[in-house]
């Protein structure tokens, strides 16, 4: 039986991989290490210890090898597999201060793949973003894995540097990496700060919907089961050293998605409100996903529009977990970066 490592696993994309990796292997033995940062919530795995008598928790900065080291010994018998999400992911916040998404992304992923490597791991998955890849114009064709690294926002230069440090731990070291790059997820745990989510729970309290720009930004959109779907493929199958591109197939702009949100969430679009655009904010994102396709049989099997309406029911069944989140520093940072007040409990 196999023991994996999951970083970031209290995280959005991270939680959802554990709760299907746990669903498809019920006995299989885990240890997810995360620091409980703001996007960061042990809600999101609530269940899962009484439920599965391998899967174990430590709290845990993927900078601090101490830290690493601790998770590592957790293991009963040792880590076969480590896969890696733990991240500073969110655009915004790396334009506001580039400093904690250098530690954690370069740096903690740099002290991870050292003990890795000193524990002789079989595999290592570095979970990565379209973003690393820059920007694409309207016309242009999706870009395939061999693509060069362009990134635009100190996000996706932080994840370009630790995708580079996993290719050269691949070639140096010999450290079995695969590295996969997905498009943008949606899907149940998203933190709140985050497009879709942000704008289902304002439309569910009224509030604007503040849009970048002129709204007309194109992205890809990847249901987050679908991404897990495929990282247990790649997990399985994909080729020590090669990059995955998982796309969904699903290029929309924004302006569409917030107005479906409306209809999902039964609001007028009169809730939409245009704010000023980010800087450096890349148009469109674009992935070819051919590799993984013919490689490894893997193709996203669900459509954004089909799906709003049971994410909207998610959110909805899911208020006390959004509204904790809401509330106290994340408001003031919300307001911060969209000139948008937020609802209090008084004025509703």
Request: net charge negative.
């Amino acid at each position: 039986m196999h023991t994996l490592l999951v970083t970031g696993g209290a995280g959005f994309i991270g939680a959802n991989f554990v709760r299907s990796h746990l669903d498809l292997n019920p006995s299989a033995r885990m240890v997810v290490m995360d620091q409980l940062t703001y996007a960061g919530n042990l809600a999101n795995l609530d269940g899962l210890a009484a439920a599965h008598p391998g899967f174990r928790f430590v709290r845990g900065d993927v900078a601090e090898r101490a830290d690493v080291e601790a998770a590592f010994d957790a293991a009963d018998g040792g880590v076969d597999a480590v896969v890696h999400f733990a991240a500073e992911s969110h655009v915004d916040r790396s334009i506001d201060d580039a400093t904690p998404f250098v530690r954690t992304n370069v740096l903690g992923t740099q002290v991870l793949l050292d003990v890795a490597r000193r524990r002789g791991v079989g595999r290592f998955l570095q979970v990565s973003t379209d973003e690393v890849y820059g920007s694409l114009g309207t016309t242009d064709q999706g870009v395939d894995e061999s693509a060069p690294l362009r990134p635009n926002s100190p996000y996706a230069a932080s994840k370009a540097g630790s995708d580079c440090l996993a290719r050269s731990y691949f070639h140096t070291f010999q450290v079995p990496v695969v590295i996969t790059r997905c498009s943008n997820n949606y899907g149940p745990y998203q933190f709140p700060e985050k497009f879709i989510p942000l704008f289902i729970t304002n439309a569910f309290e009224g509030m604007p919907l503040p849009l970048y720009g002129d709204g007309r930004h194109v992205r890809d959109w990847l249901h987050v089961r679908d991404h897990c779907a495929a990282l247990e493929v790649v997990l399985k199958r994909g080729r020590i050293g090669e990059i995955y591109n998982i796309g969904g197939r699903c290029e929309r702009a924004n302006i569409d998605i917030a107005r479906a949100v409306c209809r999902a969430t039964g609001r007028e679009e009169s809730l939409i409100q245009l704010v000023a655009d980010r800087p450096g904010h890349d148009r469109r994102y674009a992935l070819d996903t051919t590799k993984i396709e013919r490689e490894l049989s893997w193709r996203p099997s669900r459509g954004i529009e089909q799906d709003l309406d049971e994410l909207v029911r998610w959110y909805e069944e899911h208020r006390a977990w959004w509204m904790a989140i809401k509330s106290g520093d994340y408001r003031h940072y919300y307001e911060k970066m969209y000139g948008v007040r937020l609802a209090t409990a008084k004025d509703r």
